[in-house]
């Protein structure tokens, strides 16, 4: 149990471990229960991580299919390139912290301390998978993929300026972390110029991995429709669930009218 808590708590702080079991803990005794089990570990996993359930935050039912594409954008996404973390949950029961829904992936391997450039820009590419499933299904866009895009940039960003991983700038640092554990104020040190091509590069880089995830998108568009309609009924699916779905040879023939019905087909 604890190889498998480690497994699903990477780079969780001493102050984020002590909140976990905090929250096992109060989760325990409301459940009336003498020990702490993997049930409430994980609760409080996802405590952690994105704050309670808000069950009294209802969604329109347009916006639950709307955010249901998105959650599966990026699972989809994930699960079809390589060097990619598995699934392991998919949720679309919003969060105290705003959030309307995610998906956790986990590592079966522990935890993961080195990055490969390709890992980077898979991690950009999922990161971008909600809102490629927006534009796909809905031929629009929403405010859901905020976080997406502040965590995509500031991966493709932190490759191209810390990280010598773009092959026109190379090993050179272009941006310094002060006060680190304090958290970390970034600061460039190039000319204004070259800030100007970072920026550029970033964009790019940023837009290629969309593509990418947009093209996996659309060539597996039958699956996407089919683990969202089992994602909006349920609310909640399983890493094994996700795969059992998309593994499947068949699909079911009323999923892929009833997507067209719903969403359109996103010429």
């Known amino acids: 149990d604890l190889d498998i808590l480690a497994r699903r708590t990477p780079g969780f702080t001493g102050a984020d471990l002590s909140n976990l079991v905090n929250e096992a803990a109060l989760l325990t005794a409301r459940r009336d229960k003498k020990r702490i089990g993997m049930n409430e570990l994980e609760e409080s996993i996802e405590r952690v991580m994105a704050g309670p359930e808000r069950r009294s935050k209802v969604m329109t039912d347009k916006e639950k299919l ?90 493709a960003r932190a490759m191209i300026t810390r990280y010598g991983m773009a092959e026109d700038i190379g090993m050179v640092a272009m ?3 002060q006060n680190q554990y ?3 104020d970034a600061s460039l040190t190039c000319s204004p110029e070259t800030q100007t091509k970072i920026d550029e590069m970033t964009v790019a880089l940023v837009k290629r991995e969309h593509d990418k995830a947009y093209g996996l998108l659309k060539d597996n568009i039958a699956k996407l429709h089919e683990i969202t309609k089992f994602l909006y009924e349920r609310e909640t699916i399983s890493g094994e669930e996700f795969m059992e779905i998309l593994n499947r040879k068949e699909i079911d023939p009323s999923v892929m009218s009833s997507a067209s019905a719903e969403g359109g087909s996103g010429n």
């Open 175 to 177: 941006e310094q972390i």
């Open 182 to 184: 304090l958290g970390g």
């Open 66 to 155: 709307i955010v249901s594409y998105h959650e599966v954008g990026h699972a989809l996404v994930a699960a079809l390139q390589k060097n990619s973390a598995p699934v392991h949950k998919i949720t679309i029961i919003p969060r105290t912290s705003g959030a309307l829904g995610y998906t956790m992936q986990v590592d079966d391997e522990g935890n993961h301390y080195l990055y490969s450039k390709e890992e980077l820009e898979n991690k950009i590419a999922t990161l971008t998978g909600g809102r490629c499933a927006e534009e796909l299904i809905f031929n629009t866009c929403t405010t859901g993929a905020s976080n997406d895009i502040e965590q995509a940039t500031k991966y």
